[in-house]
């Protein structure tokens, strides 16, 4: 009984949907005055696509008075150094 429960136990671990960090970087802008940034955000996984993200983001943008442009790629944690010093004060504050 106890290596049929190990077992099971074993099987529904590894059938887990593994975690995967999932970031888009985007561009966005404020108008009068008009003002541009670009930005690095971490997205929930079920939204790692562009076109998800692209509504994750407008709203959580909105919210503090930006509008999305553009999301120009979607990528994993091994994409991040390269564009932290891109986005400056943006990176992952959305």
Sequence with gaps: MIRLTSALLLTLALA?????????DYKAKQDDPLRLHYGVAK????????G???KVLSKRLASEGWTLLNVLSIFGPEGLEERKASAGEYFLRF
């Design 16 to 24: 887990l949907p593994a975690q995967a960090e999932c970031y888009a």
């Design 52 to 54: 998800a993200a692209k």
């Design 43 to 50: 997205i929930a996984d079920k939204n790692c696509d562009k």
